[in-house]
Every structure is written in structure tokens, then in C-alpha cells.
């Protein structure tokens, strides 16, 4: 099949991460379809809308924007109808169903989602715990943990932690090694919710051996060979088994979808905590 492309124009005033998350979600819905992705964030004066117009024009497509400016939007409208680039406000249809149903005016605070808040530093101590406590580092502070991650190499262990700790969670992660012993005071935490990452046998080692190419090390070895990666992951779902942890198969998740997994799952962790 034949691959077509258009030009999306992604024009925001505060970072455009709505915007581009947006865009792609529905991109990717029509197969055969590419979007030239434009993206112009932080545009908060008429000057900085000239140059985004001008690249409109240069190359006409549609244009989802998210800018909360009358003088701005009115005028980035216009230029659009002038070039025939459908354009769409994707924060609008949400702000009239909430004025709606709140009774209450919005007010235009461009990125205040962004804001230094509690949340804000919430996430940060979140990242800066999480990078402290990657890949084995499991001292003394565990119980700190919101969430553990365990499994054997190439699970996305680490690329996950980080993804959590940017939705708030104190994420730490710990290599399933053979002929390592797990350490106790990861068996015995009671507060953090632990998960299993899991993956098929045949997955762990494409990714090994990639992993090796790249580093122009020997294959060789039992890190890519099937049976004994069957024989680590088997190991794996056993100890999670035994300590009655979840698991999740991240052969064809990704890492999105495994951290929506784990956000839902720390979810009715807490609520254990809660009732008791």
C-alpha cells in the first residue's frame, strides 16, 4: 500500500505536548496516512503568530492549535481560512462542556497546567527517587517506593520507572538475574506495589541480540540463548507467583500502555492501605 502525507500544524501556547499527544492519537488511526508534523509551542504574542502563519502558508494542511488569546485565535483563524487550512481549537469543545456544566467563566492562563505547584514538585522528587533507584539500587529506603518493578533484562524496567515517576510515583526497578538472589527487603515490602514485567522468550532475546550488535559484544552466550531466557522468565513468574505479585506481558505493550496498566493496578494497591 501506498503511503500519502499531509501537513498538521500544531500551534500552542504553552509546550504543545496536548497537542502533538492529540494529533498522533488520531493520526494514527488511518492506515496508509502520515502527518508532516509542524509544531510551534510557546507562542504567546502576534509576532511569533506571524512566523507560525507564514509556515501555514508556505506549506497548507490542517491546524489544531490550543491558544487561549481572543486576538491570537481570531487572527490565526483567519489567516487560516485565507489559505484554506481547516483548523480546529481541540480545547474548546472540553472548556464549553465544562463552563457548562460548572456554571463558570474560563479564565485565559496560558500553560497552567505547567504551573510550579505541589503536583509539579511531586513529579520532580518522584524522577530524581527513581533515577536514585534504578536498576538494583534498593537500600534501605524501598518502602518509599510507590511502585517496584522486577523482571529479567530487557523488560523495559527502566524506560517505564521514568514514565511513572513523570505521573507522580516513586518507581524503583530491580534486575531478575540467574544465580542472584533476590534481597530480602525487596520479598518483605509491603508497601510498594511490585510488578512483574514479563515477555516472551523470543522477544527478550531479539531485543538481547540487538542490544549486543550494538555493542559489538559476543552472542554467544546463554543471555540470548531461548531455553535460558524460557528458564529466566519461568523463574520470574514463579517468584511473582509466590509473593502473589502482578504481572504484565510487555511483548507487544507499550510503554504507555504498560504504565496505564501499573497506574491502575497502584490504584487498588492504595486503596488496601486505605480500608485498613
Not at 34 to 62: D, F, K
Amino acid at each position: 500500500m501506498s503511503r500519502s502525507y499531509f501537513h498538521l500544524h500544531l500551534v500552542s501556547d504553552s509546550t504543545g505536548e496536548t497537542l502533538i499527544n492529540v494529533g498522533r492519537a488520531a493520526a494514527a488511526q488511518y492506515e496508509g496516512v502520515s502527518a508532516i508534523e509542524h509544531v510551534y509551542p510557546l507562542v504567546r504574542s502576534s509576532t511569533q503568530l506571524e512566523r507560525v502563519i507564514s509556515e501555514i502558508e508556505a506549506a497548507p494542511g490542517l491546524v489544531l492549535y490550543t491558544l487561549v488569546g481572543h486576538d491570537l485565535t481570531e487572527r490565526l483563524e483567519a489567516a487560516c481560512r485565507e489559505t484554506g487550512s481547516p483548523c480546529l481549537s481541540v480545547l474548546q469543545p472540553v472548556h464549553a462542556l465544562l463552563q457548562s456544566y460548572l456554571g463558570a467563566e474560563t479564565t485565559a492562563r496560558p500553560g497552567a497546567q505547567h504551573m510550579l505547584n505541589a503536583e509539579y514538585f511531586k513529579r520532580i522528587d518522584a524522577m530524581n527517587f527513581t533515577l536514585a533507584h534504578d536498576d538494583g539500587n534498593l537500600p534501605f529506603d524501598i518502602d518509599e517506593s510507590d511502585v517496584i518493578l522486577v523482571g529479567v533484562s530487557r523488560t523495559s524496567k527502566t524506560p517505564t520507572a521514568i514514565y511513572l515517576a513523570n505521573r507522580g510515583l516513586k518507581t524503583a526497578n530491580f534486575p531478575l538475574v540467574p544465580g542472584m538472589p533476590v534481597p530480602p527487603n525487596l520479598e518483605n515490602a509491603r508497601k510498594p506495589l511490585v510488578v512483574g514485567l514479563l515477555a516472551s522468550p523470543e522477544r527478550i532475546v531479539q531485543i538481547r541480540q540487538n542490544r549486543l550488535l550494538s555493542l559489538k559484544a559476543d552472542d554467544t552466550s546463554l543471555y540470548v540463548d531461548r531455553d535460558a531466557v524460557a528458564d529466566e522468565i519461568a523463574a520470574c513468574r514463579k517468584l511473582c507467583t509466590r509473593h502473589r505479585w502482578p504481572t504484565i506481558d510487555v511483548t507487544r505493550r507499550s510503554i504507555e500502555e504498560t504504565a496505564a496498566a501499573i497506574l491502575d493496578l497502584h490504584r487498588e494497591h492504595r486503596l488496601k492501605f486505605i480500608v485498613a
